[in-house]
């Protein structure tokens, strides 16, 4: 398997990101809910309220990680909150949650963060450990 290309996330790639969103969803015993899905996507992208990068290996989307932004007003900078991260089951061990996570941590230091936090289900003992 080739390495993941990293792309960042805009309304162009929200149909891209769907499939990926929905069984994030699932995988968190979450209904999929494509059409809320969609425009709840869509609001938070148009919005600003989102950033996010997609990860691709051989053209496909395989995985997603998903910030949104607070602030910390003790330092006057911007929080990042990593909430949402997932890998197509097939492409787990592949390194693409490793590739996102430096990604992310990437985009943390680029643009001024405090911190960034990131929050996973307690009993996601795979994901706790990409994130270590």
Known sequence: ???????????????????????????????????????????????????GFLARIDGKAVGFAILSRTYSSGVMRPIWLLNDIFVEPSCRKAGVGAALMRRVDDFGRENGAARLDLFTAQDNKTAQSVYA
């Open 1 to 51: 398997m080739t390495a993941p290309i990293l792309w960042p996330v805009g309304l162009d790639e929200i149909e891209e990101l769907l499939p990926l969103f929905l069984g994030y969803r699932v995988f968190y015993k979450r209904e999929p809910l494509p059409e809320e899905s969609r425009a709840y996507l869509r609001a938070r992208f148009e919005g600003g309220d989102y950033v």
